[in-house]
């Protein structure tokens, strides 16, 4: 079984990065994505999952994500108006544990049965050009 927890997809909701100014070179004063984040968390909450609220990083959006004993982080960057980057990880731990699959195919089934997301694309990292329709491969 192959892991791919990096996916590129596709988003109508809206932009919603806040730009600074020329005092700070034009740089992102928030980045975009809180929004897809919401959209997630919400998703997320039916299946059963504790979802924190979003957490501003660097680059994007981060969720802490709790099922029991679990815990996974999903990082969420917009890129360019309709493109967005995703990193699923673990939280804790070495080693991935046997429910990551399991949380990763919940996740996927969830973004594609919901209109606003599309063309969803798991790959092995972020450099890695392969994509597969789903994160965990046979």
Excluded at 1 to 11: G, N, S, V
Excluded at 44 to 72: A, C, F, M, T
Excluded at 111 to 129: E, K, Q, T, V, Y
Aim: proline share 7%.
């Amino acid at each position: 079984m192959k892991i791919r927890p990096f996916a590129e997809f596709e988003t109508e909701l809206p932009y919603d990065g806040v730009e600074g100014d020329e005092s700070v070179d034009f740089e992102e004063v928030v980045p975009a994505g809180q929004n897809i984040a919401d959209a997630w968390a919400a998703i997320l909450r039916p299946l059963g999952y504790d979802v924190s609220e979003p957490i501003q990083d660097d680059h994007g959006w981060r969720l802490n994500v709790r099922d029991g004993r679990y815990k996974y982080e999903l990082f969420i960057a917009r890129v360019f108006e309709n493109e967005c980057h995703l990193h699923a990880k673990e939280a804790f731990g070495l080693f991935r544990s046997k429910n990551f699959p399991s949380f990763l195919a919940q996740l996927n089934s969830a973004l594609n049965a919901d209109p606003r997301f599309r063309n969803i694309g798991w790959s092995g990292s972020l450099n890695d050009r392969t994509t597969t329709p789903t994160p965990v491969v046979e």
